[in-house]
Protein backbone atom coordinates (compact mmCIF):
# COMPACT_ATOMS: atom_id res chain seq x y z
CA UNK A 1 0.00 0.00 0.00
CA UNK A 2 1.15 3.24 -1.43
CA UNK A 3 0.52 6.69 0.38
CA UNK A 4 -2.06 7.52 -1.96
CA UNK A 5 -3.65 3.91 -1.44
CA UNK A 6 -3.50 4.98 2.60
CA UNK A 7 -4.84 7.88 2.56
CA UNK A 8 -7.70 6.57 0.27
CA UNK A 9 -8.49 3.26 2.53
CA UNK A 10 -8.36 5.65 5.57
CA UNK A 11 -11.33 8.22 3.88
CA UNK A 12 -13.50 5.58 3.13
CA UNK A 13 -13.55 3.46 6.30
CA UNK A 14 -16.73 2.35 7.92
CA UNK A 15 -14.39 0.56 10.66
CA UNK A 16 -12.40 1.34 13.08
CA UNK A 17 -10.41 4.01 10.89
CA UNK A 18 -13.00 5.76 10.25
CA UNK A 19 -12.24 8.59 13.32
CA UNK A 20 -8.40 8.99 12.16
CA UNK A 21 -8.15 12.56 12.00
CA UNK A 22 -4.27 12.83 11.64
CA UNK A 23 -0.77 11.03 11.10
CA UNK A 24 2.39 12.09 11.41
CA UNK A 25 5.43 10.00 11.83
CA UNK A 26 9.40 10.88 12.40
CA UNK A 27 12.69 9.70 12.20
CA UNK A 28 15.57 11.14 12.69
CA UNK A 29 13.68 14.38 13.97
CA UNK A 30 12.43 14.58 10.71
CA UNK A 31 8.94 13.95 9.39
CA UNK A 32 8.84 11.18 6.89
CA UNK A 33 5.32 10.83 7.01
CA UNK A 34 2.41 13.08 7.37
CA UNK A 35 -1.25 13.01 6.09
CA UNK A 36 -4.53 14.57 7.50
CA UNK A 37 -8.15 13.13 7.39
CA UNK A 38 -12.28 14.79 8.29
CA UNK A 39 -10.98 18.36 7.72
CA UNK A 40 -8.07 18.16 9.44
CA UNK A 41 -5.11 20.60 8.92
CA UNK A 42 -1.27 19.14 10.07
CA UNK A 43 -1.36 22.55 13.00
CA UNK A 44 -4.99 21.33 14.18
CA UNK A 45 -5.41 20.25 17.42
CA UNK A 46 -7.74 18.13 18.88
CA UNK A 47 -8.58 16.85 22.74
CA UNK A 48 -5.80 13.14 22.88
CA UNK A 49 -7.64 11.75 25.71
CA UNK A 50 -5.33 9.40 27.82
CA UNK A 51 -2.72 10.54 26.02
CA UNK A 52 -2.66 13.13 28.28
CA UNK A 53 -1.17 10.53 31.09
CA UNK A 54 1.92 9.84 29.38
CA UNK A 55 2.84 13.56 28.69
CA UNK A 56 1.99 14.01 32.74
CA UNK A 57 4.29 11.24 33.31
CA UNK A 58 6.90 13.11 31.47
CA UNK A 59 6.33 16.33 33.54
CA UNK A 60 7.02 14.85 36.82
CA UNK A 61 10.21 13.51 35.06
CA UNK A 62 11.23 16.82 34.68
CA UNK A 63 10.14 17.92 38.08
CA UNK A 64 12.07 14.88 39.47
CA UNK A 65 15.16 16.35 37.13
CA UNK A 66 14.81 19.80 38.91
CA UNK A 67 14.74 18.42 42.08
CA UNK A 68 11.30 19.94 42.87
CA UNK A 69 10.03 16.23 43.33
CA UNK A 70 13.22 14.73 45.76
CA UNK A 71 11.67 11.65 45.01
CA UNK A 72 8.68 9.62 43.88
CA UNK A 73 9.06 7.40 46.57
CA UNK A 74 7.63 10.76 48.43
CA UNK A 75 4.04 10.44 50.04
CA UNK A 76 1.79 11.71 47.97
CA UNK A 77 0.25 13.62 51.46
CA UNK A 78 3.86 15.75 51.49
CA UNK A 79 2.65 17.81 49.01
CA UNK A 80 -0.89 18.79 50.39
CA UNK A 81 -0.22 19.62 53.94
CA UNK A 82 -3.65 21.65 54.47
CA UNK A 83 -5.70 18.95 53.10
CA UNK A 84 -8.06 17.38 55.27
CA UNK A 85 -7.41 13.46 56.02
CA UNK A 86 -10.99 11.81 56.43
CA UNK A 87 -11.80 10.18 59.89
CA UNK A 88 -10.71 6.32 59.98
CA UNK A 89 -8.80 6.90 56.76
CA UNK A 90 -5.42 5.20 57.23
CA UNK A 91 -3.79 4.16 53.44
CA UNK A 92 -3.77 7.70 51.99
CA UNK A 93 -0.94 8.55 54.08
CA UNK A 94 1.31 5.30 52.67
CA UNK A 95 0.31 6.10 49.02
CA UNK A 96 3.59 7.60 47.29
CA UNK A 97 4.00 9.38 43.73
CA UNK A 98 5.14 5.54 42.66
CA UNK A 99 2.00 4.40 42.99
CA UNK A 100 0.63 7.26 40.97
CA UNK A 101 2.79 6.62 38.28
CA UNK A 102 2.74 2.49 38.18
CA UNK A 103 -1.69 2.56 38.36
CA UNK A 104 -0.97 0.62 41.83
CA UNK A 105 -2.54 3.50 43.94
CA UNK A 106 -5.65 2.50 46.40
CA UNK A 107 -9.21 4.28 45.76
CA UNK A 108 -12.61 3.97 47.59
CA UNK A 109 -15.53 2.45 45.80
CA UNK A 110 -15.66 0.62 42.80
CA UNK A 111 -16.18 2.89 40.20
CA UNK A 112 -14.39 6.56 39.72
CA UNK A 113 -16.74 9.63 40.67
CA UNK A 114 -16.62 11.75 38.01
CA UNK A 115 -19.56 13.66 38.42
CA UNK A 116 -18.40 14.80 42.00
CA UNK A 117 -14.85 15.33 40.93
CA UNK A 118 -15.57 17.19 37.92
CA UNK A 119 -18.54 19.16 39.39
CA UNK A 120 -15.90 20.51 42.40
CA UNK A 121 -14.21 24.01 42.93
CA UNK A 122 -10.84 21.76 43.44
CA UNK A 123 -10.90 18.73 40.98
CA UNK A 124 -7.33 17.54 42.75
CA UNK A 125 -8.77 18.25 46.42
CA UNK A 126 -12.14 16.06 45.00
CA UNK A 127 -9.61 13.14 43.63
CA UNK A 128 -7.52 12.86 47.31
CA UNK A 129 -11.21 12.98 48.75
CA UNK A 130 -11.06 9.10 46.47
CA UNK A 131 -7.69 8.20 47.09
CA UNK A 132 -7.19 5.27 50.09
CA UNK A 133 -9.54 2.84 51.52
CA UNK A 134 -9.99 -0.23 53.93
CA UNK A 135 -8.15 -2.59 51.68
CA UNK A 136 -4.59 -0.85 51.99
CA UNK A 137 -2.13 -0.83 49.49
CA UNK A 138 -2.11 -3.98 47.54
CA UNK A 139 0.21 -3.41 44.77
CA UNK A 140 -3.01 -4.34 42.18
CA UNK A 141 -3.24 -2.49 38.54
CA UNK A 142 -6.19 -0.11 39.10
CA UNK A 143 -6.55 2.20 36.47
CA UNK A 144 -8.44 5.72 37.58
CA UNK A 145 -8.32 8.24 35.37
CA UNK A 146 -9.54 10.75 37.87
CA UNK A 147 -6.93 9.85 40.22
CA UNK A 148 -3.50 11.10 38.26
CA UNK A 149 -5.55 14.78 38.78
CA UNK A 150 -3.68 14.58 41.92
CA UNK A 151 -0.15 14.26 40.08
CA UNK A 152 -0.99 17.91 38.54
CA UNK A 153 -1.68 19.24 42.39
CA UNK A 154 1.59 17.44 43.06
CA UNK A 155 3.94 18.88 40.34
CA UNK A 156 2.11 22.66 40.72
CA UNK A 157 2.77 22.63 44.78
CA UNK A 158 6.45 20.88 43.81
CA UNK A 159 7.36 23.82 41.51
CA UNK A 160 5.33 27.08 42.83
CA UNK A 161 3.89 26.92 39.26
CA UNK A 162 0.71 26.16 37.32
CA UNK A 163 1.28 23.10 35.93
CA UNK A 164 0.33 24.76 32.18
CA UNK A 165 2.88 26.87 32.74
CA UNK A 166 5.73 24.54 33.54
CA UNK A 167 4.84 22.09 30.82
CA UNK A 168 5.04 25.42 28.45
CA UNK A 169 8.01 26.42 29.45
CA UNK A 170 9.99 22.93 30.34
CA UNK A 171 7.92 20.84 27.58
CA UNK A 172 5.87 22.58 24.60
CA UNK A 173 8.15 25.31 23.87
CA UNK A 174 11.65 23.41 23.46
CA UNK A 175 10.00 20.68 21.61
CA UNK A 176 8.50 23.59 18.75
CA UNK A 177 4.99 22.22 19.83
CA UNK A 178 2.08 25.52 20.32
CA UNK A 179 2.70 27.32 23.81
CA UNK A 180 -0.66 26.10 25.19
CA UNK A 181 -3.52 27.79 27.31
CA UNK A 182 -6.02 26.56 29.70
CA UNK A 183 -9.17 25.64 28.33
CA UNK A 184 -10.99 27.55 31.04
CA UNK A 185 -14.48 26.24 31.50
CA UNK A 186 -15.66 23.07 33.14
CA UNK A 187 -19.80 22.83 32.95
CA UNK A 188 -21.13 19.35 32.51
CA UNK A 189 -22.32 20.72 28.74
CA UNK A 190 -18.84 21.50 28.18
CA UNK A 191 -17.16 18.79 29.29
CA UNK A 192 -19.54 16.84 26.61
CA UNK A 193 -19.04 18.62 23.78
CA UNK A 194 -15.16 18.53 24.74
CA UNK A 195 -15.55 14.94 24.18
CA UNK A 196 -18.30 14.69 21.43
CA UNK A 197 -17.32 17.97 19.13
CA UNK A 198 -15.44 16.25 16.06
CA UNK A 199 -13.95 19.57 15.14
CA UNK A 200 -10.39 21.12 15.67
CA UNK A 201 -9.93 22.59 19.03
CA UNK A 202 -7.29 25.23 20.25
CA UNK A 203 -3.89 24.52 21.43
CA UNK A 204 -5.49 24.37 25.38
CA UNK A 205 -5.69 22.37 28.28
CA UNK A 206 -9.14 21.62 30.00
CA UNK A 207 -8.63 22.69 33.47
CA UNK A 208 -10.67 22.77 36.95
CA UNK A 209 -11.54 25.90 38.14
CA UNK A 210 -8.61 26.55 39.90
CA UNK A 211 -6.66 26.43 36.79
CA UNK A 212 -5.17 23.50 37.36
CA UNK A 213 -5.22 21.19 33.88
CA UNK A 214 -6.74 17.59 33.60
CA UNK A 215 -3.98 15.41 34.25
CA UNK A 216 -6.10 11.84 32.67
CA UNK A 217 -7.24 13.83 29.56
CA UNK A 218 -8.33 16.93 27.86
CA UNK A 219 -4.69 18.10 26.37
CA UNK A 220 -5.30 19.00 22.67
CA UNK A 221 -2.48 18.62 20.71
CA UNK A 222 -1.63 17.69 17.09
CA UNK A 223 -0.71 14.57 15.38
CA UNK A 224 2.93 15.91 14.40
CA UNK A 225 2.90 17.40 18.66
CA UNK A 226 2.40 13.90 19.48
CA UNK A 227 4.70 12.84 17.47
CA UNK A 228 7.44 15.36 18.18
CA UNK A 229 6.78 14.14 22.26
CA UNK A 230 7.42 10.18 21.04
CA UNK A 231 10.74 11.90 19.09
CA UNK A 232 12.06 12.66 22.22
CA UNK A 233 11.31 10.02 23.98
CA UNK A 234 12.88 7.48 21.32
CA UNK A 235 16.20 9.90 21.83
CA UNK A 236 16.36 9.43 25.81
CA UNK A 237 14.54 12.61 26.27
CA UNK A 238 16.98 14.57 23.93
CA UNK A 239 15.53 17.23 21.18
CA UNK A 240 17.57 18.75 18.24
CA UNK A 241 20.20 18.21 20.87
CA UNK A 242 18.14 19.89 24.01
CA UNK A 243 18.23 17.35 26.76
CA UNK A 244 14.17 17.96 27.89
CA UNK A 245 14.24 15.31 30.25
CA UNK A 246 16.76 12.83 31.68
CA UNK A 247 17.38 10.02 30.04
CA UNK A 248 17.30 7.99 33.38
CA UNK A 249 13.79 9.07 33.43
CA UNK A 250 12.75 7.52 30.45
CA UNK A 251 14.79 4.64 31.10
CA UNK A 252 12.23 4.51 34.73
CA UNK A 253 9.04 5.17 32.40
CA UNK A 254 9.34 2.92 29.54
CA UNK A 255 10.26 -0.02 32.27
CA UNK A 256 7.60 -2.41 32.52
CA UNK A 257 6.61 -3.10 36.33
CA UNK A 258 3.27 -4.51 35.41
CA UNK A 259 1.15 -7.08 33.33
CA UNK A 260 -1.67 -6.06 32.81
CA UNK A 261 -5.09 -8.16 32.33
CA UNK A 262 -7.09 -9.35 29.40
CA UNK A 263 -8.83 -6.02 29.53
CA UNK A 264 -5.92 -4.05 28.36
CA UNK A 265 -4.45 -6.54 26.05
CA UNK A 266 -1.92 -8.03 28.00
CA UNK A 267 0.43 -5.30 27.93
CA UNK A 268 2.90 -4.40 30.00
CA UNK A 269 3.13 -0.83 32.04
CA UNK A 270 5.42 1.64 33.21
CA UNK A 271 5.12 5.42 34.48
CA UNK A 272 1.40 5.73 32.76
CA UNK A 273 2.97 4.32 29.24
CA UNK A 274 2.73 1.03 27.79
CA UNK A 275 4.92 -1.85 26.29
CA UNK A 276 2.79 -3.25 24.05
CA UNK A 277 4.78 -6.15 22.71
CA UNK A 278 6.97 -7.96 25.71
CA UNK A 279 9.72 -8.68 23.69
CA UNK A 280 9.87 -5.85 21.44
CA UNK A 281 10.99 -1.99 22.11
CA UNK A 282 8.18 -0.71 21.28
CA UNK A 283 6.50 2.07 23.49
CA UNK A 284 3.28 3.69 23.78
CA UNK A 285 0.78 6.41 25.51
CA UNK A 286 -2.30 5.46 24.51
CA UNK A 287 -6.17 6.88 24.74
CA UNK A 288 -9.41 6.60 24.08
CA UNK A 289 -10.96 6.99 20.10
CA UNK A 290 -7.40 5.58 18.92
CA UNK A 291 -5.34 8.81 20.06
CA UNK A 292 -1.27 7.09 20.45
CA UNK A 293 2.01 7.95 20.92
CA UNK A 294 4.18 5.07 19.03
CA UNK A 295 7.51 4.68 19.46
CA UNK A 296 9.33 1.86 17.74
CA UNK A 297 12.82 2.05 18.74
CA UNK A 298 13.52 -1.34 16.71
CA UNK A 299 13.12 1.26 13.46
CA UNK A 300 14.33 4.56 15.50
CA UNK A 301 11.12 5.93 14.27
CA UNK A 302 8.04 7.75 16.43
CA UNK A 303 4.31 7.92 15.38
CA UNK A 304 1.49 10.29 16.46
CA UNK A 305 -2.09 9.55 15.46
CA UNK A 306 -5.36 11.70 16.82
CA UNK A 307 -8.88 11.00 16.07
CA UNK A 308 -12.50 11.87 17.06
CA UNK A 309 -14.78 10.57 19.82
CA UNK A 310 -15.36 6.86 18.81
CA UNK A 311 -15.45 3.94 21.58
CA UNK A 312 -13.25 1.12 21.95
CA UNK A 313 -10.39 1.49 19.67
CA UNK A 314 -7.72 -0.81 20.83
CA UNK A 315 -5.94 -1.88 17.50
CA UNK A 316 -4.01 1.15 16.83
CA UNK A 317 -0.73 -0.49 17.66
CA UNK A 318 -1.25 -3.08 15.31
CA UNK A 319 -2.71 -0.68 12.40
CA UNK A 320 0.26 1.67 12.58
CA UNK A 321 2.81 -1.56 12.29
CA UNK A 322 0.89 -3.35 9.68
CA UNK A 323 0.12 -0.03 7.41
CA UNK A 324 2.15 3.35 8.85
CA UNK A 325 5.38 2.04 9.07
CA UNK A 326 5.79 0.60 5.91
CA UNK A 327 4.89 3.78 4.14
CA UNK A 328 6.72 6.36 6.16
CA UNK A 329 9.61 4.19 5.38
CA UNK A 330 9.28 3.72 1.83
Known amino acids: M ?28 KVVYEDCWRGFKSEDAINVNSVTKGVMAILAGIAVDKGAIKSIDEKVLT ?26 APYKGKSEPWKKVCTSDDWTKAALDFLGGRNGITGEFRY ?108 QMTT ?26 VYAAIGDSGNIIYINKEQNLSVGMTGTFKPRIFDRVEFIEKYVIPVALS
Open 2 to 29: NREELHSFISESKGNESNICQICAIGDE
Open 144 to 251: ATLGIQILAGIIEHATGEKCIDFANKNLFIPLGIPEHTIHGTSSKEDQFDFFMNKGPRKNEWYSDPQDTVTAGWGLCASGKDLARIGSMVLNEGKYKGNQIVSSEWIR
Open 79 to 104: FFPDYQVKRGEKTIYDVTIRHLLTMT
Open 256 to 281: PYLKLGERFGFMEYGYLWYKPIEDRE
